[in-house]
């Protein structure tokens, strides 16, 4: 199938999450010798190195200054709400990778242009996240780490505000 150079565009950026981000749902960066940072404390504007390998779980990621060479800078944290049923409560059950995928999706690409200063579409630069799993989730945890990060070349200096 044939799309417009747009359309083109805009399908390898939708794409590209998803080929990144099964590397971090439900497990993630894995660690590389970095300062190890917990999953839980990992804050908007800190830069981590990339994984030498895929984990199924990860409690950790490897934290490098922004100034050095790194794989990954977190540049959103998003909570995920469940809808609420018929009695007007909200489920408190795991809702699936999925519907966190699909979540994740939603809030990562929308919160990129504030952070980068330009759009997604427009961005040489990508994202990916970092998701709740079922087990982190019966421990309350309900927070998606997005990620900016690369096509493999190293960033150099933080991408706030660098219109890449």
């Known amino acids: 199938m ?4 747009d359309r083109r565009r805009w399908a390898a950026r939708v ?11 439900g497990c993630g960066f894995g660690h590389d010798g970095g300062d190890g940072t917990s999953v839980f404390k990992v804050q908007v504007g800190e830069c981590f190195t990339s994984p030498s390998e895929v984990k199924a779980q990860i409690s950790d990621i490897d934290k490098v200054a922004c100034s050095k060479p790194h794989g990954k800078e977190a ?5 995920y709400t469940p809808a609420t049923g018929s009695d007007g409560k909200a489920s408190s059950d795991f809702p699936g990778n999925d519907a966190l995928a699909s979540f994740a999706q939603g ?10 200063g330009v759009s997604y579409l427009d961005s040489s ?22 990620f900016v990060t690369t096509d ?3 960033l150099t200096g933080t991408v706030k505000g660098s219109k890449q």
Not at 107 to 116: D, E, H, I, L
């Open 2 to 5: 044939f799309l417009p150079e």
């Open 15 to 25: 794409a590209t999450p998803f080929v990144l981000s099964p590397l971090l749902v």
């Open 75 to 79: 540049y959103a944290a998003a909570v």
């Open 107 to 116: 809030a990562c690409a929308q919160r990129f242009t504030s952070y980068v």
């Open 125 to 146: 630069l990508f994202f990916t996240y970092l998701a709740p799993s079922a087990r982190s989730w019966q421990d309350d945890d309900r927070t998606v780490l997005c």
């Open 152 to 154: 493999g070349k190293p």
